[in-house]
């Protein structure tokens, strides 16, 4: 049972232009959002996150939007830069307020193609 | 000056032997995890160790044992390798409120 999905394996954007990656959780109890990213043969690095008493949150090129009922939430990169070319997971906690010990629930990732 | 290290970065087995892999943190973390990321590319959570002391479970065979002999490390032993037990095994840590640091994973093959 995937509670958190992304939908589309790949995506391919020009240098400059914006990149949207999309995700979709199915579990209520999640609340807080996160998204990581990973090169090849590395282990995946965070980037962003967001709680869900928020629906935005932003940090330099990189926002995620959340949409709590629509259980959805979009990573926005801009403007895209080849080095951005990863693959994106999105992962999700419940009861993240409880400090250590969170599990995070991943999605299957999103492999990001920026061309120069 | 890594942060999460994992040893070996690969190891290729036969079926029926036991092998082990070791993590070590730098980064003064409480919490320890085991995650496997599968043919299928999912990343699950094995294991959770926090202070030495296993938290998290999560319906993984009994040939898989964990062992933590301080919150610095925390090793994977793996009994009788299946051939499904091949992937790729991530190492993570965190401390109270912040977010999951990872080491840059182990490629299990086994033949």
């Known amino acids: 049972d995937q509670q958190v999905k992304q939908n589309s394996p790949s995506l391919s954007v020009q240098e400059g232009r914006i990149s949207i990656l999309n995700c979709d959780y199915t579990?209520?109890?999640?609340?807080?959002f996160l998204w990581y990213k990973k090169y090849p043969a590395e282990g995946p690095t965070f980037l962003i996150s967001?709680?869900?008493?928020?629906d935005k949150n932003e940090d330099g090129r990189f926002t995620v939007f959340l949409n709590k009922s629509a259980k959805h939430l979009s990573l926005h990169i801009v403007p895209s830069q080849p080095g951005d070319s990863a693959v994106y997971f999105c992962?999700?906690?419940?009861?993240?307020?409880?400090?250590?010990?969170?599990?995070?629930?991943f999605g299957k990732g999103t492999l990001l193609t920026v061309n120069p | 000056d890594t942060a999460v290290s994992q040893t070996p970065k690969y190891l290729v087995t036969q079926m029926g032997n036991d092998k082990s892999i070791k993590c070590e943190q730098n980064?003064?973390?409480?919490?320890m995890y085991w995650y496997k990321q599968d043919s299928k590319k999912f990343l699950k959570i094995m294991f959770s160790?926090?202070?030495?002391?296993?938290?998290i479970n999560e319906t993984v065979p009994n040939r898989f044992s964990p062992k933590s002999p301080d919150k610095a490390h925390l090793n994977l032993h793996i009994n009788s390798l299946e051939l499904g037990d091949s992937a790729v095994y991530f190492c993570?840590?965190?401390?109270?409120?912040?977010?999951?640091?990872f080491g840059p994973g182990t490629r299990l093959t086994v033949l």
């Open positions: 160790y926090n202070n030495k002391e296993l938290i």
């Open positions: 980064l003064g973390h409480d919490t």
């Open positions: 579990n209520s109890m999640f609340d807080y």
């Open positions: 992962a999700a906690s419940a009861s993240h307020s409880g400090g250590s010990n969170y599990k995070l629930t």
């Open positions: 967001i709680s869900s008493i928020k």
């Open positions: 993570a840590s965190s401390s109270p409120y912040d977010t999951q640091y």
